[in-house]
Structures are given as C-alpha cells and as structure tokens.
C-alpha cells in the first residue's frame, strides 16, 4: 500500500465513550478507521457511529468554502474567501463595541458538537474581547450532579472498568446499548462471574431486555422506587444502624420519614412496580458490593435532583460506597485539566466589567430580553440549537433583531441555514486536539490524520484568524493569544499535577498511546447528608426524599425523547451506513393509548401542547407505558418545538443554571385529516 | 494450502444489544456499496436481535443454484463469490435463506461476506466480530466447538435445514419481566423467553 500510515485519533462526540481510533490513511485519504488496542476503556472497539467515521468526513454534503447569504434564510449562498468573510465579521464586532462601548452585543451560542479541549478555543476568542454575553449552563447532567454534591460534598470519581468486580449491577434510567456500547464489557465480565443484572427504566430498552430481571416504572418516580427498597431493608433489619449513624447526617429523622411516610402498598401503586419487584431490588442491595450506574434521563424531570438524591441515598446506606466495583456511576468529569483557553490573561481594562451570562437552557427567550445593550452578534459552534433547543419560536423571534449570524459547522443544518456566514468545520481528523472521558479515565491526543478538507478549519484555527483581523484592523483589540499554536495550548494543560496523574514526565508520550488517570486518593470517611443544610439554603428540601413528579391537566401524554442508535443529537442524521430504520418522523404509542384517540399504525397524527405542533406518524409499541408517547430528536420538524420553560430542581452549584427538564413535556395527539 | 476446518460464527442471542457495530464495521472494512450489507443487524421477539452474515453453509444453495459457477466452497468451509464471474441474474440472492449475497446495483453483480479473508491471512479475526461490544458474535470453527453447550438455531431465525450454515447458538434462558402494573390491570410479572 503506498503512502500507508496509521494515526490516533480520539472520538471527540458528547458521549460517554471518547473512543480511541487508529485512523488508516492513504494518500492524505482517511480510508478506515479502526479501535485502538492500547486504551484499556474502549479496547480495540468503535461503535456503529464510530465505524461510519470515513463516510461521515467524505460526506458529499459537507461544507467545503465559507459561504455568505443574502438576504438571510433565501438559500442564495455565495462562496467568499476567509479573509473577507473574517474580515467583515471582524468589522462587525468593532463597530458594535464602538456604538455599544464594550462587546457585551456579541455572544455565543456553543454546546458539545465537539467537546475536545481545545474546541473551547471559541469561547477563548470570545473571551479576548473582553465583557460579552456567554451561553452558560448544563443541559445533560447538572441536576444529577448537584444531588450529589449535596448528599455527599462532591461527585464521586468511579472507575467504570471497576462495573466487572460488582457482585450485582443496577442500571437505573440507563441504556448503555444505545449510549454506552463499550460498557458491556465490564457489565458482562462481572455477569459471568454471577453477577445479575437489574435493569429500571419506564421504556423497555434493548438494555432492559438484557436485564436478568426488568422492572418497568413510571417516568419521575424513581425516588419513590428507591424510597420502598429502604424501608423493606430497614424493616428486615438489613441496615448497619450502626455505622449509618456514625457516617449520616439527618439518619434519625430519614428514618422516621421512611417509617411514617412510605406505604409500600401505596410506592407500588405511584411507581407501578409490583411488591414483588421492590423486593427483587431490595435482595440485590442486600448483598454487598452492587453497582449502581444511574442515567442522565431520571434527573431530566422537575423532581430530577431529588430522585438522584433518594438512589444514592439507597446506595450509601445499604453500605454500597468505597469498595471497588460496588457504588455509584454517574459521571466522571475530572475537571483535572486547567483549559486555559477559557482563563488565558486578560488586561485590566477588560476585566472591568463582568461577563453577561444567558441560561442555555432558554437561551432565546432570556436573549430576548436583554437591554443595554441587545444582544446583535451570535456565533454559533457545535450546536444546532434550532432542533435541540427548547422555545425554538422564540429563536425565529431572535433572528429578527440579530445583526450578523455566524455559524461553524460541517453541514448546511437548520441553524446554518438561518445564518448569515457559514464557516466550514474541520473534522477531528484535520487538527489536533486533548481529549478526556466524563465517562471513563484515559486521556489521548487527537493527530490529525488528513489535510483540512477544502477550506475546513478548526474552532482554534478560527479563533487566531478571526483575532488577527480584529488585532489588524485595531491594535490591541482582542487579547486572545493568537500566536500560541494547538500545541502550545495542549502543553500547557499537563501542570504537574496532570502529568503525575497520568504516571508521565512529559506529555509528548501521549502521542505515543492514551494513558489512564490514577485516581485520586479519596478520604472514605467521609459523612454523608441525608439532611442537607445546603440544598435547604438554595431553597430545596433539606431532607432527600421522593418528590412527586409534575403533571398536566390539559395534556394527558408525557412526551419522552431518549437517545437514538445512530445519532449523537442532531449528529450524523446524513449518513447512509447508520440507516437503522430510526427515524424522526414517527411517535411511538401504547395501542390502548392510540386506541382511545382512534389511531392505527402508520397514521398521520399532530402532536401538539402550548408550545407548537409536530406531525408525527404512528407507531404502535405494547411495550410503552400508557399515558407515555416517545419520539426521536432531530430532523425538520423538530420534536423540541414542543419543549418549553422546562427545569429541573437542581443544577446552579455545578452548572451555573438549573438542568433542563426535557423529560417534563405533556402533549396530547390527534388525527390529521 | 487451506487447512480443513469449517470456519463459522457463534452467536449468542441473549449478548446481543442490538448495536449495529458488527454492521457498520463491516462497511467500513469492506467498503461495500451503499446499501449493500454483508452482514445485518435485524430485531426479533422481545427486544432480542439477530446479527446475520453468510454462514459459510455446509450446503451451500448459493453454490448450488448460480448458473455462472461463481461460487467456490474452500476447505476452510469459507463460501466465497467471484464477482467477476457473476452475470447478475439474482439466483442466488433468491435462494439463500439469510439474504446473504447482496446485489449491488451500481456494479450489476452480486457480493457478499467473504469471512473478511484478507484479514484472516494476517491472523486477525473478522471486522464484525472485533467490533463486537457484548461477546455476542464470535467466529469459530466448528469442528473444535463443543457441540452440547450449544444449539443449532434459534426462534427467529431462517430455515437451517435447507443449508446447513456454520453457525451455532447459545441457548436463550428465562428472565424476570415486572411490566407496570395500571391501576385497571393487575397483571405484572412474567417470565419471557
Ligand atoms: S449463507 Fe447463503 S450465501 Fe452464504 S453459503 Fe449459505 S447459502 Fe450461500
Ligand atoms: S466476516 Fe467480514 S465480510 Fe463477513 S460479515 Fe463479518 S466483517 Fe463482513
Ligand atoms: S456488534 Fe455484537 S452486540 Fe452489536 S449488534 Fe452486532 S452482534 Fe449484536
């Protein structure tokens, strides 16, 4: 083979996984990809997605030139050059910091279309232009995260290689054959060893169908779930009183919660799991040393947080926390790496005033009422915010007082077509980038492996362009450090710290081969709070305990949209080797509920709430509970119009914003005729 | 020099989470035409999956029916298509029970799995069965297999009888199902298979 080499790629996806490739390439062609051997995480595997990688960079859809479209969303495109396209965006913002006096009127719009390191070089280039208006928040996993931070001071750092020393695994809103592949490894390790597998969740997942024993549940009532297990271990005299009450705070008053509050006649009857079922649940935290992985979709309710609360509650107390497969999975976001992209020096002048913060999570509606100034730029990077966002009217609304759209993507997506500019995005196999797991702990560095295609540059490359033209144009303009290369940035993450981790003296080994982090040391005695002063002074129950969840007079169906097979979000929609079939064109029902509406298969239907309307057609699944209509992300009618003001309990400590509860959306159908 | 063997997969149906992976990894191996799919990822009954290739058969119909002799049945027992010999009559894609050899209607002629033989003269296993996650899809051989902890098929899956493909099964055990219980119904638990 001429010209043959192999790469190392890492898989830069908002997934669990952070995949290291080994990407085969022939005459600057990317011609296979393959799993690499040496990450002990994914070892030598990718995932449907990941081996559909070379059709996914050779996509005949994908944007090779800057494009400029006039006027805005008439589809008359015009190719430019990037220095006129930067060149006037450039202007742009100097003329909106002369009439504004600072660069609050520009902002960003970016999420996680690539979570590599050194894609937060475009908050970077934002940051150099001293105060303007960030998208902050956690639309995944905040509230998830606080709950646990309010139990136990801080999220615990798992290692989910350690699922396969787990005497009993608990998957508990979780569908790791459709989020997680790799995991099943570990969790089928630990199978073969005896282990047995409990799968909860309201959907029956291709994971709740590995389940040993399956335990269907109604949407938001987890905590209840958890709350029932406690008091059939308490009343057997299963719990170490003991040792709880040296390691728990608020124990006493728990306990008679537990006693005087939860029926299990009536926690049967709120969550729909037999007595039986409870018990099955109960005997799998009676023996020591049970793995817990809890999801990110249970904290997408109102009464998200306090669900995960309640589990973990289950967990520590049954004793389940410090051994080493046992415990809780969650998520793993080191936080270890400084990203100086995001604290480089600024000038005093600049650091005057403060960044102007947006809640992503409604991030049109609270743009819309933003003053002194407007916001006039937008930037958007990684995101598609028109099919994922909540409140997509209120983004057209926005369009309408915007001055200049910019969008980075790979593809002409819904957003892109809204914009003014689009600038065409590297693929991961066109520069360098870190990369580190919220999943597992391996860290690799991202090589590119092709030439950019066409014209295609990376978020970093943008950035040190876009602060060129503006530092030319007025000096001293931006303070982004353009002359630093990816290198440079990637260097001056690895502090001493990082490299003792990682067992390495200089992090140029890595180039070599991903390593894993040695965990930190963990003090284990450490107390748990079941009372929580500090979730009682951001205004929540002090006590983790079941909250019911919402409901909705008007609308009697809860709307779920769970993660499909062959997309990350909005993600790879395009590629013919992930046709499975999954579409977004559907909405899955229970027949009694499509019965009650005189529905059939295949049926024309229009979902709708106070939000907006979608057509849908309908497909008939017995497993779906009633009361619950399921459909997929995505696509050009989105499923997220109908999302609206949605939020969790929890989420500010971690996330700066509470989580978005996507879960908590009611709709009713109807026939289209 | 080929050594006698019959060279074919093992499944096991309740491993397979239905991902896709073996599919796609073939494509990518193999680079096959758009919407040309030498191995399948299908649904079956209560959430389980199948995953289908060539299954190298014993009795090959493929071989039996092609008019153009296309096929050859090596020693190893891998079954493969000379492409170039095919005329693209479609015979075989009829008469194989697992939808095995796939037409290809850019090229006019038919293709299918070829046990990713390159691979195999390098020593490394087939780009289906590396890329799957679960240990649900595994290549053997089938004359060193211990035949009684395994069964020769499973609900779901095609006719063997006509073929005899090389590919054997893990019997499917009972799991624990508590379905929701609705305030009307008091139906919960069952057992499935
Ligand atoms: S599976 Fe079909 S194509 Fe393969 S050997 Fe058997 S009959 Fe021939
Ligand atoms: S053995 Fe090779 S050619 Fe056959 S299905 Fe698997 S990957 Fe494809
Ligand atoms: S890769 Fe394995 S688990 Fe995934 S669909 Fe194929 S056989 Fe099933």
């Given amino acids: 083979m001429r010209n043959h080499k192999i790469v190392h790629n890492v898989c830069p996806r908002n997934c669990y996984e952070t995949c290291s490739i080994l990407s085969h390439v022939e005459n600057d062609k990317l011609v296979k990809v393959e799993g690499n051997i040496l990450h002990g995480y994914t070892r030598g595997r990718l995932c449907a997605k ?65 979570i590599g390191v050194l894609h937060q070089a475009t908050e970077g280039m934002f940051r150099g232009l001293g105060p303007h208006t960030i998208a902050q928040g956690d639309v995944c996993l905040a509230a998830g995260n606080d709950a646990l931070i309010y139990n136990r001071e801080k999220v615990p750092f798992k290692d989910p290689e350690d699922m396969a020393k787990a005497k009993g695994i608990v998957l508990w809103g979780v569908n790791p054959a459709r989020t997680a592949t790799h995991q099943w490894f570990f969790i089928n390790k630990a199978r073969d060893q005896g282990a047995k597998l409990l799968v909860i969740d309201p959907l029956y997942t291709p994971t709740a169908a590995q389940g040993d024993i399956f335990l269907q549940i109604k ?24 040792y709880i009450k040296e390691h728990f705070i ?43 992985w809890v999801g990110f979709g249970l904290q997408r309710y109102s009464n998200g947080g ?16 410090g051994e080493i497969g046992g415990g809780i999975y969650y998520n793993n976001s080191s936080g270890i790496f400084p990203i100086n992209l995001k604290k480089f ?21 609270e743009v819309l009422a933003l003053k002194d100034p407007p916001l006039k730029l937008l930037w958007i990077a990684g995101r598609n915010p028109l099919t994922q966002d909540q409140d997509i009217d209120k983004w057209h609304q926005l369009f309408r007082q915007l001055e200049l759209i910019v969008t980075v993507d790979m593809f002409m997506n819904e957003i892109a077509a809204q914009s003014d500019f689009v600038l065409p995005a590297a693929t991961f196999f066109e520069d ?30 943008i950035a040190r362009l876009l602060t060129k033209e503006l530092n030319k144009r007025r000096p001293g303009f931006s303070s982004f450090p353009a002359e630093r290369t990816a290198l440079d940035w990637i260097e001056g993450e690895f502090t001493p710290e990082v490299l003792a981790r990682l067992g390495i003296k200089n992090w140029r080994e890595l180039l070599q081969s991903p390593r894993k982090l040695i965990p930190p040391s963990e003090k284990s005695d450490h107390q748990i709070h079941l009372f929580s002063q500090k979730a009682k002074e951001g205004q929540l129950p002090a006590l983790a305990r079941f909250t019911p969840p919402l409901s909705n007079p008007s609308y009697p169906l809860r709307l779920l949209t769970p993660q499909s097979l062959s997309r990350i979000h909005s993600q790879y929609s395009n590629l013919s080797w992930l046709d499975f079939g999954e579409t977004s064109e559907e909405v899955e029902m229970n027949p009694q509920d499509a019965q009650a509406r005189n529905l059939e298969e295949k049926d024309t239907v229009l979902i709708f709430n106070e939000g907006g309307t979608c057509e849908r057609k309908v497909r008939l699944n017995k497993y779906l509970p009633e009361g619950v209509v399921l459909a997929s992300q995505g696509g050009q009618d989105p499923i997220n119009k109908l999302f609206t003001g949605l939020k969790a309990d929890m989420g500010i400590l971690t996330g700066g914003m509470p989580g978005g509860a996507y879960y908590d959306v009611w709709v009713e159908v109807k026939k289209n005729d | ?28 191996e193999n680079k096959t035409a758009p919407g040309v799919q030498w191995r399948r990822v299908t649904e079956g009954e209560n959430g389980t ?9 014993s009795s090959p119909e493929c071989f039996r029916v092609c008019p153009e002799n296309a096929y050859i049945k090596r020693r190893d027992g891998i079954v493969l298509i000379d492409s170039n010999r095919c005329a693209g009559c479609n015979t075989c894609v009829q008469a194989c029970p697992y939808h095995a050899p796939q037409f290809d209607l850019h090229q006019n002629r038919t293709t299918k799995c070829n046990y990713c033989i390159d691979r195999q003269r390098e020593g490394l296993p087939p780009a289906c069965v590396v890329a799957c996650p679960s240990g649900a899809l595994v290549n053997i051989d089938l004359k060193h297999l211990p035949l009684e902890s395994t069964v020769p098929t499973v609900p779901g899956f095609p006719d063997i009888r006509i073929t005899k493909p090389s590919i054997r099964f893990f019997p499917q055990k009972g799991k624990k199902r508590y379905w929701l219980k609705e305030e009307k119904s008091e139906s919960t638990k069952n057992t499935d298979l």
């Fill in chain 1, 50 to 114: 990941g081996y559909a990688l070379t059709e996914y960079v050779y996509h005949p859809e994908r944007l090779k030139y800057p494009i400029k479209q006039f006027p805005r969303g008439s589809g008359n495109w015009q190719r430019i050059s990037w220095e006129e396209a930067l060149g006037f965006i450039a202007e742009k913002i100097i003329e909106l910091h002369d009439r504004y006096g600072s660069s609050l009127a520009c902002g960003y719009n970016k999420y996680s279309g690539n």
């Fill in chain 1, 219 to 242: 949407p938001g009532t987890d905590g209840m779930l958890a709350m029932a297990t406690l008091k059939i271990l308490l009343e057997k005299g299963k719990l170490d009183e003991g």
């Fill in chain 1, 250 to 292: 608020g124990w006493e008053t728990f306990k008679s919660y537990l006693l005087e509050e939860v029926e299990l006649s009536e926690a049967s009857k709120i969550t729909g799991v037999p007595l039986e079922g409870i018990k099955e649940l109960a005997a799998l935290y009676e023996s020591k040393n049970c793995a817990t």
């Fill in chain 1, 306 to 321: 306090q669900t995960v609360r309640v589990i973990d509650a289950l967990v520590t107390l049954t004793g389940n926390y």
């Fill in chain 1, 345 to 365: 020096p600024r000038p005093p002048e600049q650091e005057k005033t403060k960044e102007r913060i947006v809640d992503i999570n409604h991030f049109a509606s």
């Fill in chain 1, 432 to 461: 360098y980038d870190l990369n580190y797991s919220y999943w597992h702990h391996w860290i690799g560095i991202n090589q590119p492996a092709i030439p950019p295609y066409y014209e295609a540059k990376s978020d970093l490359e």
């Fill in chain 2, 1 to 28: 020099m080929t050594k006698i063997s019959t060279k074919g997969f093992l499944f096991n149906v309740e491993r397979c989470i239905g991902c896709h992976a073996c599919e796609v990894a073939c494509k990518n």
């Fill in chain 2, 49 to 57: 999956y199948h995953s289908i290739s060539c299954n190298h058969c």
